[in-house]
């Protein structure tokens, strides 16, 4: 990758205010610290900013987003075009009233969780069990232990691709499992939740056994990615993976976790294609042993590393 892009917005919006970095590497961004570089990475310095990036962008170039890097692999190769990743100064703020929260998309869920139990706020407990930020849990509608996104939105708010300031009501979300039919091109940036009175020490207790949980249950202080699969309907993905015979299996550095087959970890400095790969063959085997099609619920941008290149 060049300069190229990097040089030629900085020529179309020169009053950017934001960081703007070439060749800028994104392993260290991730949860799997693995993969290839941004060709540009662009942290706004605010709404504006991202706005006025976005319109001065030539439409032919890609735009990707990424939050935590928790649920992200980054190919080998890099990704082309634009990265944004929104930064906590700007876009990390909580402010309550009453039983709702406005809250920034790069606030971690877990910090949400925790802002509403100490408001008394009942109903948020859940994201206290996810690894990720609140932009991809609108994107996704990311839900754990009973609970998802989509129980607690009021409406969301972000930039489409023409710099053009959108919101959008619960209903327009369109949420489904896993999956949020808001326009592919708009790049949230802050969510309207509402809650519901409740005792705060009961509330901390849930979140203290949510917590318990996934602690128990998931590899959490491994280089992961989170859930890997999304739970077919009317199965869990883990209890096909380990009857499919994956558990600990593993391709190159990378490896189906032990202790929760659902979640693969990097062992041994994986690269990329080692994570993808093994992904590729679970989801083989899965559907040889049981006829059940598994679908990525982790995240894949970027390209490949050139032949025989990591």
């Known amino acids: 990758m060049t300069t190229q892009l990097h040089d030629s917005i900085r020529a179309a919006a020169p009053d950017l205010r934001g960081r703007l970095l070439a060749n800028q590497p994104l392993a260290d961004l991730t949860w799997f610290r693995v993969g290839g570089p941004a060709e540009v990475l662009f942290t706004p310095a605010d709404e504006e900013d991202l706005a006025r990036l976005l319109a001065a962008l030539d439409p032919a170039v890609p735009v990707t987003v990424i939050g935590l890097g928790s649920n992200l692999i980054v190919r080998d190769g890099g990704v082309p075009g634009v990265v944004v990743r929104l930064g906590g100064r700007a876009f990390g703020g909580i402010d309550i009233d009453g039983d709702t929260l406005r809250v920034g998309t790069a606030v971690p869920d877990m910090r949400l969780a925790k802002a509403a139990a100490e408001a008394g706020l009942d109903g948020l407990a859940f994201f206290r069990g996810i690894p990720g930020s609140v932009g991809g849990a609108l994107r996704m509608n990311a839900g754990a232990h009973g609970g998802e996104t989509t129980d607690v939105l009021v409406e969301a708010r972000g930039i489409d691709r023409r710099g053009n300031l959108r919101s959008f009501t619960h209903a327009e979300m369109g949420f489904t499992y896993r999956h949020s039919a808001a326009p592919?091109?708009?790049?949230?940036?802050?969510?309207?939740?509402?809650?519901?009175?409740?005792?705060?020490?009961?509330?901390?207790?849930?979140?203290?056994?949510?917590?318990?949980?996934?602690?128990?249950?998931?590899?959490?202080?491994?280089?992961?990615?989170?859930?890997?699969?999304?739970?077919?309907?009317?199965?869990?993905?883990?209890?096909?993976?380990?009857?499919?015979?994956?558990?600990?299996?593993?391709?190159?550095?990378?490896?189906?976790?032990?202790?929760?087959?659902?979640?693969?970890?990097?062992?041994?400095?994986?690269?990329?294609?080692?994570?993808?790969?093994?992904?590729?063959?679970?989801?083989?085997?899965?559907?040889?042993?049981?006829?059940?099609?598994?679908?990525?619920?982790?995240?894949?941008?970027?390209?490949?590393a050139p032949s025989g290149k990591a």
């Open 184 to 304: 592919e091109d708009v790049i949230f940036t802050s969510a309207l939740f509402r809650g519901r009175l409740g005792d705060r020490a009961a509330i901390e207790a849930e979140m203290e056994r949510v917590t318990a949980a996934r602690e128990a249950a998931q590899p959490i202080r491994e280089r992961t990615g989170g859930s890997t699969f999304k739970n077919p309907p009317g199965a869990k993905a883990w209890q096909l993976v380990d009857q499919a015979g994956c558990r600990g299996l593993a391709v190159g550095g990378a490896q189906v976790s032990e202790m929760h087959c659902n979640f693969l970890i990097n062992r041994d400095n994986a690269t990329a294609a080692d994570i993808e790969g093994l992904g590729e063959e679970v989801r083989r085997r899965v559907r040889e042993t049981s006829g059940v099609e598994l679908h990525w619920e982790i995240k894949r941008i970027g390209i490949d």
